[in-house]
């Protein structure tokens, strides 16, 4: 053990793994149905309607976007710049709320009466704007001029494609050739809603792509998971035996002083020990809970995993072909959110690798090192 030493590959893959869990934490767990559209911008927020009124659950805020990369931007006075354009609908801030520096965002009376208002991010502002008053300010987009109503404070994500962003109210610049219309609910992992809400919306809308960040991000920790299962039962099982052999000694010495002393005087030492050896035992039970967690919980939420028959062969080749299937369609529409939370997940996936692949060199060096030594001292 004393030859064993921690290598650079461990240190470089458990800091990429912390890393990427960070970035996923930072991915607003957010239910997204992804389309693509002919249909002009105010029949998609009639759409939005008839599918939340399909949903008709009033937990869940239901919004709508449509997004458009490298839109040309210009100013009164001469500046020009590219940005994605948000064209969003009726509480998109409340599903994707901003962080405002000055002035509102887009509300729900703009989007009702066609507004063309724009808020811009506060670095777009002033490239367009330079250091002038920004509120009030007129800006071009696609010919059509909109007011200056709100500044965003800037931010500049993984899956952003352009450095800049701007919002106008949907409805306001209804040509086709959006790049993307996603229809979005602040929701967790419940595989029910996910259903109804996909269901509504294919229905209401037409074909897309149903997406849960939430889900997203639980199947890129699966790998480390695995990997902490396999740790922890590890450990659980040598927390036992400890356990096991601590009790077997405590009764030994308990035995013992039974041939020199009455029971009656042994009783609290007895029942400090029974105690000690409950508490540590109640320790593994949750320990066990929580491993048991760690094993079941993506079983729940990636149902599509699971074949109808466990210990049937066709069934797992049956449910293996659907995956694959899924896996290698060659057209598949992808938001910003989800790029972000893929992206993290696979560097959590080559951190856990090269933390494994650390650790497997540390110890065959340290195997090899200890043989060596070994054969030092025979020769010797």
């Not at 729900?108 to 811009?120: M, Y």
């Not at 959590?348 to 043989?371: D, P, Y």
Request: glycine share 8%; hydrophobic share 45%.
């Amino acid at each position: 053990m004393k030859n064993w030493k921690i290598h650079w590959l461990t240190v470089l893959g458990c800091l990429a793994v912390i890393a990427a869990l960070i970035g996923l934490e930072t991915v607003p767990d957010r239910l997204q149905y992804a389309f693509l559209t002919e249909d002009k911008q105010s029949a998609v927020l009639e759409k939005t309607e008839e599918t939340i009124k399909e949903l008709a659950d009033p937990e869940h805020t239901v919004t709508v976007h449509a997004l458009r990369n490298d839109v040309s931007l210009s100013a009164e006075r001469g500046g020009s710049e590219k940005a994605a354009l948000y064209m969003v609908g009726m509480r998109w801030n409340e599903v994707y709320p901003r962080q405002m520096i000055t002035g509102e965002p887009i509300n729900n009376e703009q989007v009702r009466n066609g507004t063309r208002a724009i808020v811009l991010d506060e670095k777009l502002a002033f490239r367009l704007l330079g250091d002038r008053e920004y509120i009030g300010s007129r800006v071009s987009v696609a010919g059509n001029e909109y007011e200056v109503t709100g500044i965003a404070k800037h931010s500049h994500g993984l899956g952003d494609l352009n450095d800049y962003t701007a919002w106008i109210p949907m409805g306001t610049e209804e040509t086709a050739g959006s790049d993307l219309y996603v229809l979005s609910t602040a929701a967790g992992l419940s595989g029910a809603f996910r259903t109804v809400f996909g269901n509504a919306a294919e229905a209401k809308i037409g074909a897309g792509e149903l997406y849960s960040t939430a889900k997203e991000k639980m199947g890129s920790r699966v790998i480390l998971r695995l990997l902490l299962l396999v740790i922890g039962v590890r450990l659980l099982l040598l927390w036992v035996r400890r356990l096991r052999q601590l009790g077997s000694r405590w009764l030994a010495e308990y035995r013992e002083r039974l041939k020199v002393t009455y029971a009656r005087k042994l009783t609290g030492f007895l029942l400090a020990r029974v105690l000690v050896l409950l508490l540590c035992l109640a320790a593994a039970v949750g320990a066990g809970w929580v491993l048991a967690k760690l094993l079941t919980d993506p079983m729940l939420v990636f149902t599509e995993w699971v074949p109808e028959e466990l210990v049937s062969f066709d069934s797992i080749a049956d449910r293996f072909r659907e995956l694959t299937k899924a896996a290698a369609r060659t057209v598949s529409l992808s938001t910003p959110e989800l790029a972000v939370v893929r992206f993290w997940g696979g560097l959590l996936q080559w951190g856990v690798i090269l933390a494994l692949l650390g650790c497997a060199m540390s110890t065959l060096n340290g195997w090899i090192r200890g043989r060596q030594e070994k054969k030092d001292r025979l020769q010797a």
